[in-house]
């Protein structure tokens, strides 16, 4: 195997660079960040990115801006290259002219985070750090600033995609204004990191204090699945075949209700002959954090990407369903395929230790050792989720 095949990409990391840390400082109004004391007398910068934020908010520091301790953090773990993208809520909630004009001077910023940072050692042509930009993505934003965007981020070297939410532009991603800046984004070769930051209805959560954990464990991932259920629906992926969309969070709910949302479609007159697919082809042209925390999570992803294929064409469900012998035959193959699409991420510098004591991060523990520990994957495709699919995704070797 060969030594770059070897290595570790964190493709799901993120951070406030100084510009925007600054400008969440000086607002009054979620998000923002506040000064807090602590226990001590000491003063605490807290981060609030969700209406009425639970545990009154959370801790931030120079994990959150500072390329040092973003090195430290990958030197720990064993870490070799890591893609950092702005974390939620990115520009969402400025008004156009400033959403293009921030958009603009982090792109910049986040090129050069990357690009004067250290090389690795064995590979002087790989940096240790790239980026996923931003666009300005707001109401009234004009398509012509969205476009001039993302032929910013395509002649950075350094970013090699973007990040965005599931506003869109305010009506989601199934909005049709989207589709000329679908068609740059795939013309530009350029990935897109599709990550939620607004959950679902908070009435759902009930009364009790339970931190942050519904909003992130439940809500979060509902989010991703709607939002690239609506894209299904709507034929961005027959009209733009070639769109590369990588998911949060191991696509959300999407994988475990696939088939469900396939036969939804096939039973509803306003829908069932709209698309040039069974829905479950979808998911083998999308890619996949393996941000799940454990092997049969993983497993199962990739079961679901590997069978994909199967489902290529809607026009006689009977001819293009499985046959049970089929899926036994080709069952281990098709966990070897679905594994090409998957990358290993550590959500940085989010779920650390509750004890400051520990050395290693459980939260990237687990997430190595559930690829570790992923029934069906030989070694070469373990190698691949950890690294070696990340940098031929994004072209960096």
Known sequence: MAATTRLIVDIHTHGYLPRYASMLRSRAVVPKIVSTKVRDGAVEERLHILNDEPSGGRPVGRQYWD?????????????DVSIVSTANPWLD????????????????DLEQFCSTGPSLANHQNVKR???????PLVPEITTQSLLQSVEQISKLPHLKGLIMGTKGVGNGLDDEALDPVWAAIEKAGLVIFLHPHYGVDSNAWGGKDNGHVLQLALGFPFETTTAVTRMILSGVFDRYPRLRLLLAHSGGTLPQLSSRLASCIDHDPAVASRLNHDARYYLGKLYFDAVAYGPEELGFVSDVIGRAERYEGNKNRESSSPKSNIIKQAAAQLRSSGSKRMFFGTDHPFFPPLSSTEEKWQ?????????DAAEGWSE???????????LALLNIL
């Open 67 to 79: 390329r040092d301790e973003k090195l430290k953090f990958m030197d720990k773990h064993g870490i």
């Open 93 to 108: 909630f400025l008004s156009a002219t400033q959403a293009e004009d921030l958009a603009n001077e982090l792109n910049d």
């Open 129 to 135: 750090l790239y980026g996923f930009g931003l666009l």
């Open 363 to 371: 939260s990237v523990v687990d997430n190595l050792e559930a690829i």
């Open 380 to 390: 070469e495709d373990k190698a691949g989720v950890r690294g070696g699919n990340a």
